[in-house]
């Protein structure tokens, strides 16, 4: 029942598939807010159960409900084993229209706050890699320090030979990797998600087509079945309620064609959302460093 009254307080607000897409994904992880009834708790709770998710960002709470937006990059610091010294900073890119410059001054916050030497001439290590539909670069030092030497080490060497490379180096490499202008021109962002894009998709239909992948959508092939018990209980729960206009089985009715177009960005929020019992999820909690 979460998504459907989440569904049914987008349907009435003025939101844009950005936050509409993933705050659809994140209703299946919000239900204990159903039975708290008291506004201020409500949205305690759901700011509460975003901290969890270092991907996303509270945009607002409407009526009850938690708009959520996901993040285009998040940065965190890599640590040498057993010590608190960081052994690189990794910048996950989430999104196609992720901005170098702001990715760029995220590291530059990370490396002053630790704190990390960066040198002018030194060209540090840099290493990325496409990998669980994002794209993960490494910023090191020119020099790890040596395992034995770790434990006996309190603060980061300020030192060349350990220093990391210049923020504007690493604006430069993520502007070279992403790509620029025209789908044509990019190169690992033609693998990013490009939510937030321009669409002529209504608000409103993005919402009944969230909602019909949720309830129907199938992958290898990406299809949803058009059934009338699909159809019957979408106008049952949402549209017919709110008085909207009826989901049909018609070839005329576009949500089915629009569900498949907004489904790899949905999954892609659940997916950064879902819970991961071994550990294998990179984006829960324990990412302290995300902004």
């Known amino acids: 029942m979460t998504l459907f009254w989440f569904a049914e307080v987008l349907l009435e607000v003025d939101v844009t598939e950005e936050e509409i897409v993933p705050t659809l994904a994140f209703a299946s992880h919000a239900e204990v807010l159903w039975s708290i009834r008291n506004p201020e708790k409500r ?33 965190e610091v890599v640590r040498y084993q057993g010590s608190g010294l960081a052994k690189s900073v990794r910048v996950r890119v989430l999104s196609r229209f992720a901005k170098p410059d702001e990715m760029a001054k995220l590291y530059r916050d990370v490396c002053e706050r630790e704190p990390l030497p960066r040198h ?30 770790v434990g006996y080490v309190d603060e980061y060497p300020q030192v060349r030979r350990f220093a990391f490379p210049l923020d504007t180096v690493v604006r430069d490499l993520l502007r070279a990797l992403l790509g620029q202008g025209q789908e044509k021109n990019l190169l690992f962002g033609a693998l990013l998600s490009d939510l937030g894009r321009s669409t002529r998709i209504s608000p409103e239909a993005v919402v009944t087509a969230c909602v019909l992948w949720h309830l129907r959508g199938k992958r290898t092939p990406t299809r949803v079945p058009r059934t009338t018990e699909a159809a019957e209980i979408i106008n049952g729960f949402l549209l017919e309620p709110l008085e909207k206009k009826p989901l049909t089985i018609s070839r005329n009715d576009a949500t089915w064609r629009n569900s498949k177009k907004i489904s790899s960005r949905l999954d892609l929020c659940r997916y950064l959302l879902q819970e991961i019992t071994n550990g294998d999820n990179p984006f829960q909690k324990r990412l302290s460093t995300a902004p």
């Open 43 to 75: 949205a305690a709770e759901a700011h509460k159960l975003i901290g969890d998710y270092p991907a996303f960002d509270m945009v607002e709470v409407v009526n009850g409900v938690p708009v959520v937006r996901m993040k285009h990059a998040i940065v």
């Open 120 to 149: 002018p001439t030194s060209p540090g290590s840099l290493s990325w890699e496409f990998d669980r539909m994002h794209l993960r670069v490494d910023v090191g030092p020119r020099e790890e320090i040596h395992a034995s030497r």
